[in-house]
């Protein structure tokens, strides 16, 4: 675009045009913001660096550089008199992680996680279907709305609303006869209830790509709605279906506001962190959020291969 | 696949019984908020709006709002700038990484919220920095970049490329190229990729825990604070029904946004 010199500074000064050597007489005069316009330019190396600086440079200092100083904190002590962090090396927090009453913990989060993404995919898989294969398109797209808003509801608000559901005295008590309190109950439905959406949506969409023919011949090959739904569409739908759990398992897997809330006296391994993290052994809280980071990573390796990641 | 009536029925009662799932406690928390008794008993003794009332002159709450919102329209602006660079930048040019860009940036939201908090907490802590109003900020502005960086890349995919060369032949230089032709382009984008990341600072309470200084308190902080609480259990109830509109209201301004240009922006 510099060989039009004239054009170039077409905005506002046409002195370039005048002149045969144009491109030395606009350049004499324009703004400094305009010359730093001009030499970016004539290197699109130097406006790509301009563009992306800013934001890499946030999220690798801010962020990565953060993940790393969580991994080393969690091979520091706590001077068990002071508090105080001791930039020691040990491996003593991972030690502890694996005794007993942790691993129990442990445990039980990965049991509510996968609870909660059954609980999710037994509802989420029907209205899915649904929502792709039943109804018009006028009430779909009403629906999908309504699957999406709740979403953006507050997070704590709506774990507080299951404190009001299931409160003594509360709604499901007076309309069933009977509450199952606070406790680890309460903790399952809560999550699948916050988690629910995120299983809908992606097998949603992974229907919306599955052709109407496939179904059709499967029923012109003799198949029944059952068969066909067993044969054809699940395993069709199971890198959407696996997508879904991976939003439902990890993020449950990482809850703590929630257990807090219903859970009664229930422990995950978010409330072990936030409690060391209050009482000040940071240290060994470190150690302990590098679990659900490590079972999220492997679950994700497992599904990898089934193609689960591109539906995310 | 031909599904008999009574499958299309047993379908049908299983999507509506999902969406009362979805919606009763939302429309429960609602009415409690108007409960005459200012407990969680069902049914309500009777209705009022005195609990509104009181919520709306209540100090600790309005304390907490004005600090949410601060917090919010900070973190905001800065997810604004640095997305709106980053979804140029992957979107205009190809380079080494690029595809881990946006793996990048959606990382510390993937990632649980205690694991992100944690680690911020320890990067803060490092870098010498004391929490603070300015580290909340920090913290909220970087899980925010992703939905800014999501909706305006979702837009720029959308343009046609020869917008930006037609303006260069014509002589526009770079920021008069941004000026003119692709500010109004993606300015809808913007406005909704704004408005759900204030709806995303404005709801976060895990980060908060782990990135707030000593003292500050955002409203969902004050609403988990006095949960427990039983005589704070009516304004608990209104706080709750106005924090659900206040993130609703920003999503559905977005959703309009997105659905009203997508017949202008699209080629």
């Known amino acids: 675009m510099h060989d039009l010199p004239g054009l170039d500074d077409g905005l506002g000064r046409g002195e370039g045009i005048a002149t045969d050597t144009g491109v030395g007489e606009v350049k004499a005069s324009p703004t400094p913001g305009r010359r730093v316009a001009r030499a970016l330019d004539a290197r699109p190396r130097a406006k790509l660096v301009a563009l992306l600086s800013a934001p890499v440079a946030w999220i690798v200092l801010a962020y990565i550089g953060s993940l790393l100083a969580l991994l080393l904190t969690s091979f520091y002590k706590t001077d068990p008199f002071t508090s105080q962090i001791v930039k020691e090396f040990t491996l003593d927090n991972f030690q502890k992680v694996f005794e007993p009453t942790y691993r129990t913990v442990a445990v039980r989060t990965v049991g509510i996680a996968v609870a909660v993404t059954l609980i999710d995919l037994v509802i989420g898989l029907p209205t899915a279907f649904t929502l792709v294969k039943v109804v018009s398109d006028r009430t779909r797209r009403i629906l999908v709305i309504l699957i999406l808003m709740p979403l953006w509801a507050s997070y704590l608000v709506k774990v507080y609303a299951w404190r009001a559901m299931l409160a003594p005295q509360g709604i499901v008590h007076t309309a069933l006869g009977r509450t199952p309190g606070y406790g680890l109950t309460a903790t399952v439905i809560t999550l699948s209830y916050l988690w629910l959406p995120y299983m809908i949506i992606p097998i949603y969409a992974g229907l919306e790509r599955l052709p109407n023919s496939m179904l059709e011949a499967a029923s012109d090959l003799g198949a029944k709605s059952g068969r066909t739904f067993f044969s054809v569409v699940i395993p069709l739908l199971k890198p959407a279906i696996i997508a879904g759990t991976i939003f439902t398992f990890a993020l449950s897997l990482g809850d703590y506001i929630t257990v807090d809330i219903v859970g009664g006296t229930t422990q995950m391994i978010g409330t072990v962190v936030h409690n060391n993290f209050s009482s000040s052994n940071i240290p060994f809280a470190a150690a302990l959020s590098t679990i659900p980071i490590a079972i999220i990573v492997i679950y994700l390796l497992a599904v990898r291969r089934t193609g689960a990641l591109d539906n995310l | ?267």
Request: proline share 4%; with cysteine.
């Open chain 2, 1 to 267: 696949m031909v599904l008999s009536p009574l499958a299309r029925v047993v379908l049908k009662v299983i999507t509506a019984l999902a969406l009362a799932f979805l919606y009763i406690p939302i429309f429960l928390i609602a009415i409690l908020s108007l409960n005459k008794a200012g407990n969680l008993v069902w049914p309500p003794s009777g209705l009022t709006l005195h609990w509104w009332r009181l919520a709306w002159h209540n100090q600790g709450v309005r304390d907490a709002l004005w600090t949410s919102v601060k917090v919010g329209l900070c973190a905001t602006a800065i997810a604004l700038i640095l997305g709106t660079m980053a979804s140029l930048a992957v979107h205009r040019f190809t380079f080494f990484g690029r595809t881990s860009i946006s793996f990048l940036i959606v990382l510390p939201i993937a990632l649980p919220g205690v694991v992100t908090g944690m680690a911020l907490n320890r990067g803060f802590d490092s870098a010498g920095i004391t929490l603070s109003f300015f580290t909340l900020i920090v913290a909220h502005a970087t899980f925010c970049v992703v939905v800014v960086y999501n909706n305006v890349f979702a837009r720029l995919r959308r343009l046609s490329p020869n917008l930006d060369e037609a303006g260069a032949d014509l002589g526009a230089d770079l920021f008069q190229s941004y000026r003119y032709i692709t500010y109004p382009l993606i300015k809808s984008a913007l406005l909704a990729g704004g408005l759900l990341a204030f709806a995303l600072s404005f709801d976060e309470i895990v980060v908060t825990t782990f990135t707030a200084g000593v003292g500050i308190e955002t409203l969902p902080q004050w609403i988990y604070n006095n949960i427990a609480r039983p005589n704070q259990v009516p304004i608990v109830n209104v706080v709750a029904v106005f924090v659900i509109l206040l993130s609703i209201i920003p999503v559905y301004l977005a959703q309009r946004l997105t659905d009203a240009t997508a017949g202008i922006a699209g080629r």
